[in-house]
């Protein structure tokens, strides 16, 4: 079941693509796919903690409200932004995946340690992986702004992927807390977009609700669910090298479910950026401290 994780994270991951798409033929803006995908996606998470009775401290709410900002709200709202002004999708995809470069960077600078051979090679096989299924795709469409959203979303995602590997999960708390709280944190940044670009009232096509629940178990749910399983388990290296093969999968995703052509290069691309994600992989036991000690199956 422990192989099974990476899989499934990756395809739930690029599942995402797939339902943005959705939303977006029933006439939904990004603010207002976003804003309902998280107002149902909390409903349900509140609902099920007040269920379960669960009471949350003051600091572990503060650190999952930090990475709820940080890896679901600025990290969508960069992306979808950065489509709404006319990004690529590949230059888009590109763009993100300098993620696993900047963590690779960053851990080894937090650790003192050297990037070494092995890690530089493995980082450079994934972005030319992803570069290959993405290369039909690059444009210079979205200005300066467009990237620049794109660019600010990375970031986001990466600052949470290194935050949320340094604390340990609170004893008491779970996979599900963490979901819940970071889920209501973006639910309140969308909110607030949506408002204020009157984004709000959702379109009346019911695939719109369709679209709605498809994001929500799938890439929410399914994907980042195994994003904080796997970060809990091996580290941030190893779930954001993950990210070099979403692109491919994604591209898969959208030629089987919404009709987009198919390139040769998304093969042999897929292929460069899993050798990237095998020479990155990390050893199967976490260093004592880390949210990995308190992973629970």
């Given at each position: 079941?422990?192989?099974?994780?990476?899989?499934?994270?990756?395809?739930?991951?690029?599942?995402?693509?797939?339902?943005?798409?959705?939303?977006?033929?029933?006439?939904?803006?990004?603010?207002?796919?976003?804003?309902?995908?998280?107002?149902?996606?909390?409903?349900?998470?509140?609902?099920?903690?007040?269920?379960?009775?669960?009471?949350?401290?003051?600091?572990?709410?503060?650190?999952?409200?930090?990475?709820?900002?940080?890896?679901?709200?600025?990290?969508?709202?960069?992306?979808?932004?950065?489509?709404?002004?006319?990004?690529?999708?590949?230059?888009?995809?590109?763009?993100?995946?300098?993620?696993?470069?900047?963590?690779?960077?960053?851990?080894?600078?937090?650790?003192?340690?050297?990037?070494?051979?092995?890690?530089?090679?493995?980082?450079?096989?994934?972005?030319?992986?992803?570069?290959?299924?993405?290369?039909?795709?690059?444009?210079?469409?979205?200005?300066?702004?467009?990237?620049?959203?794109?660019?600010?979303?990375?970031?986001?995602?990466?600052?949470?992927?290194?935050?949320g590997d340094r604390r340990p999960r609170p004893e008491g708390h779970d996979l599900l807390d963490s979901l819940t709280v970071q889920s209501a944190?973006?639910?309140?940044?969308?909110?607030?977009?949506?408002?204020?670009?009157?984004?709000?009232?959702?379109?009346?096509?019911?695939?719109?609700?369709?679209?709605?629940?498809?994001?929500?178990?799938?890439?929410?749910?399914?994907?980042?669910?195994?994003?904080?399983?796997?970060?809990?388990?091996?580290?941030?290296?190893?779930?954001?090298?993950?990210?070099?093969?979403?692109?491919?999968?994604?591209?898969?995703?959208?030629?089987?479910?919404?009709?987009?052509?198919?390139?040769?290069?998304?093969?042999?691309?897929?292929?460069?950026?899993?050798?990237?994600?095998?020479?990155?992989?990390?050893?199967?036991?976490?260093?004592?401290?880390?949210?990995?000690?308190?992973?629970?199956?």
């Amino acid at each position: 079941m422990r192989a099974l994780l990476p899989i499934a994270f990756v395809v739930f991951w690029s599942s995402g693509f797939v339902g943005a798409g959705m939303a977006a033929d029933t006439g939904a803006s990004a603010n207002t796919s976003l804003f309902w995908r998280y107002a149902v996606t909390t409903a349900i998470l509140l609902a099920i903690a007040v269920a379960r009775r669960r009471r949350y401290g003051r600091a572990f709410l503060i650190h999952e409200i930090v990475l709820g900002a940080l890896g679901q709200a600025i990290y969508l709202s960069g992306v979808f932004h950065g489509a709404s002004l006319g990004v690529p999708a590949g230059t888009s995809a590109l763009i993100a995946s300098l993620q696993p470069v900047l963590v690779a960077v960053l851990t080894s600078r937090l650790a003192h340690e050297p990037l070494g051979a092995r890690r530089t090679l493995g980082l450079a096989a994934g972005v030319a992986g992803v570069a290959l299924v993405v290369v039909t795709d690059i444009g210079s469409g979205g200005g300066a702004l467009g990237m620049l959203a794109v660019v600010a979303g990375t970031a986001g995602l990466t600052l949470a992927t290194l935050l949320g590997d340094r604390r340990p999960r609170p004893e008491g708390h779970d996979l599900l807390d963490s979901l819940t709280v970071q889920s209501a944190a973006a639910l309140a940044g969308f909110a607030l977009v949506a408002m204020a670009g009157g984004g709000v009232t959702p379109p009346a096509a019911p695939e719109f609700w369709t679209a709605i629940a498809f994001l929500v178990l799938l890439p929410f749910v399914g994907g980042y669910g195994c994003y904080l399983l796997i970060l809990d388990r091996s580290g941030p290296l190893t779930v954001s090298a993950l990210l070099f093969l979403t692109p491919a999968v994604a591209a898969t995703w959208s030629t089987l479910a919404l009709d987009q052509p198919f390139h040769l290069t998304t093969i042999p691309g897929f292929l460069l950026a899993l050798t990237g994600v095998l020479t990155l992989r990390a050893p199967a036991k976490r260093p004592a401290g880390t949210r990995g000690e308190m992973a629970t199956a």
